[in-house]
């Protein structure tokens, strides 16, 4: 009797783990998602609703970041000026309290859900965000690593944040908010700029 319950719990654990497995494989995949870069033609007629400096090692001027609204989603979309490409990506989109820091109220990038890495180097990335899955007021703390090349050859790297509000006044790493209300205006989408196309 011993054994065969002793087999019932570990059948039951063993199907507990593989469903939590399962659990953890989707909201992977669904962070996935949310991290494919996509295609500047989404934001093509689209107004940004903010527009912030990519400051490069807090001095720079590296290009911008760019939030863009329209009926479904949220767009965020980093370029970088002349001669400046992006290595890496580490994005935050959601609620303000949200944010993952440490004890010191410093952003902790490793966490963000969104990242990319390109390896030759991009000057343009936009990354898609359903506006179901954000609060009607949002925080966004968009991260870069960036290099500065001259005749092909790197010769400037740097960490980059989107200018904004600091998180805190031991570190320069910053973030921004916006309001969905603010950035979408339903009758302009049917009836203004959108339809005039």
């Not at 001669?83 to 109220?105: D, E, F, M």
């Not at 952003?107 to 965000?129: A, C, R």
């Not at 603010?182 to 959108?194: A, H, M, R, T, V």
Request: charged share 15%; with cysteine.
């Amino acid at each position: 009797m011993k054994t065969k319950l002793r087999y019932l719990f570990i059948g039951a654990l063993t199907l507990s783990l593989m469903a939590c497995e399962q659990e953890n494989i989707s909201d992977s995949e669904n962070a996935a998602k949310l991290s494919a870069p996509v295609a500047n033609t989404v934001v093509s007629g689209l107004q940004p609703c903010v527009s912030t400096n990519l400051n490069a090692g807090q001095h720079f001027d590296s290009g911008d970041v760019n939030l863009y609204v329209d009926l479904n989603n949220v767009y965020i979309e980093y370029t970088t000026n002349p001669n400046w490409y992006i290595k890496k990506t580490h994005l935050y989109v959601g609620s303000c309290q949200l944010i993952p820091r440490n004890n010191a109220g410093n952003p902790m990038i490793g966490q963000f859900p969104i990242s990319n890495t390109y390896i030759t180097g991009t000057q343009s990335v936009i990354y898609t965000i359903p506006k179901s899955s954000l609060p009607e007021c949002f925080c966004v703390a968009a991260h870069a690593e960036v290099f500065r090349k001259e005749n092909g050859v790197i010769v400037q790297t740097e960490t980059a944040w989107a200018a904004g509000e600091r998180f805190t006044n031991r570190n320069w790493a910053t973030f921004f908010s916006a309001c969905q209300s603010d950035c979408f205006d339903i009758e302009d989408y049917y009836f203004g700029s959108k339809n005039a196309q």
